[in-house]
């Protein structure tokens, strides 16, 4: 399926030098350079550097736009889109979310059906979150401990808000799920309901990676983008989808996540002068 993405970076154990920290950085703009550097501590900043990195490979691979033509805007919310308006015919919505906590960046993309993304980190190497693992334990059915249930709960509902573009607008109190049976590998499919209702026009998905890090993806209809200024809704193609056409969308076939270095997420024609910056280009 085309502009179908599902890549996550593992960082925690990425150290770079300063020669190659410096050639990484000049691949952005000043712009994203401050942002990336404006993080306090390193850490941050290179899962900041690294999600910045994937959204451009992200849409120069599917647009097929020069790396250092790649547009990127954000939404009201915070909602980071593709601006170069070059859409492939058979991605009339193309679109995608990023999101890095712990050890990993992660991304999704999708060519019909708006997406959000979130990865949750064990408990060691996550934020403090405002419900506790026992309130959410119970939410989900005993099917987990419950700091399991604690990292899926909260993960899809960061899925669900970035998906829909809302930023700090939206009651997380809301939204509630339902889980299918867990798989061997972890790998879970979800139902949710806002205020009660169902929302037959959504669906989740949850998948491990590594042993202690859950990645959820929401796929949702981009009627129910939160576009305050309007710019990421005009790039769709496609912006009213019926009951049966999000239904195709969903059966599509997706695959699970691709685990990519640094080096796949730069153009291969600056991976020469990266390695000679010291990066690891095998």
């Known amino acids: 399926m085309p502009a179908v993405c599902r890549w996550a970076v593992k960082v925690d154990n990425?150290?770079?030098?300063?020669?190659?920290?410096?050639?990484?950085?000049?691949?952005?703009?000043s712009e994203v350079r401050a942002e990336v550097q404006r993080y306090k501590f390193e850490a941050d900043q290179r899962r900041c550097l690294v999600s910045r990195l994937l959204q451009r490979k992200c849409v120069r691979d599917v647009c097929s736009v020069p790396f250092s033509e790649v547009n990127i805007q954000r939404t009201k919310g915070?909602?980071?889109f593709c601006a170069n308006h070059c859409h492939p015919l058979a991605a009339p919505n193309f679109n995608f979310?990023?999101?890095?906590?712990?050890?990993?960046?992660?991304?999704?993309a999708e060519p019909?059906?708006?997406?959000?993304?979130?990865v949750a980190a064990p408990p060691e190497a996550r934020s403090a979150k405002t419900q506790t693992p026992a309130e959410l334990f119970r939410a989900f059915d005993k099917q987990f401990t419950a700091e399991e249930a604690f990292q899926r709960h909260w993960s899809l509902k960061e899925a669900f808000v970035k998906a829909r573009g809302d930023g700090l607008g939206f009651d997380l109190g809301r939204v509630q799920f339902q889980l299918s049976a867990p798989l061997p590998s972890g790998s879970q499919s979800a139902t949710a309901k806002v205020d009660g209702n169902l929302l037959l026009r959504w669906r989740f998905a949850i998948q491990m990676l590594g042993e202690q890090h859950v990645v959820s993806v929401a796929l949702g209809p981009p009627?129910?983008?939160?576009?305050?200024?309007?710019?990421?809704?005009s790039t769709f193609q496609a912006p009213n989808l019926s009951l049966a056409e999000m239904q195709d969308a969903f059966e599509a076939a997706r695959p699970l996540f691709s685990i990519l270095t640094i080096s796949d997420v730069i153009p291969a024609e600056a991976r020469e002068a990266y390695a000679a910056a010291g990066g690891d280009t095998l």
């Open 112 to 118: 019909v059906c708006i997406c959000g993304i979130d």
């Open 78 to 80: 915070g909602k980071p």
């Open 14 to 29: 990425w150290q770079p030098e300063q020669g190659e920290w410096k050639f990484l950085l000049r691949l952005l703009s």
């Open 223 to 233: 009627e129910d983008v939160v576009d305050a200024w309007g710019v990421f809704k």
């Open 97 to 108: 979310n990023v999101s890095h906590e712990g050890g990993y960046v992660v991304l999704a």
